[in-house]
């Protein structure tokens, strides 16, 4: 009998724009049309969290941002398809919190979607808040 084990996920772990580029489009069904997502990272994020498979393929990946001080930020939190419904997702955020955490942040923040809810509220152990937000793409 064969197992699989789980992905193992890595603080700052090694990343290249294309294959964080085919996990966007994999499970969104789009990317980012930005050249260089990893040069991005590097020089805006506090860290990010990358989740690989024993053969090194990218299973996950969570972008932590930070306003340089206190508060730290999730973006783009995404699982491939075929690792979804695992508890990845959760490792992915929960390796981010320590980072941000061992980081000095005393606040970690994260805006979803509706159907997200109870992943990031009782998988993840967010918080509901009261939040705002201005969408600058549209027009007045």
């Known amino acids: 009998m064969t197992t699989t084990s789980a992905p193992l996920t ?33 020089a805006h994020s506090l860290g990010w969290v990358t989740a690989r498979h024993e053969q090194g393929r990218l299973a996950g990946f969570v972008n932590v941002a930070w306003d340089g001080e206190l508060h730290a930020f999730l973006l783009d939190t995404v699982v491939a398809p075929a690792a979804r419904r695992t508890g990845l997702g959760a490792r992915l955020v929960a390796e981010a919190t320590e980072g941000a955490r061992a980081a000095g942040c005393h606040w970690l923040h ?28 549209a027009t007045r």
């Not at 724009?17 to 590097?42: K, N, T």
């Not at 994260?110 to 793409?137: H, I, Q, W």
């Open 10 to 42: 890595q603080w700052r772990g090694p990343i290249d724009h294309g294959e964080l580029h085919s996990l966007f489009e994999g499970a969104w069904g789009s990317a980012s049309d930005e050249e260089d997502i990893v040069r991005r990272l590097h």
């Open 110 to 137: 994260v805006d979803f979607e509706p159907g997200l809810r109870a992943f990031y509220l009782d998988a993840c152990g967010f918080a509901s808040t009261a939040a705002g937000l201005v969408d600058l793409t």
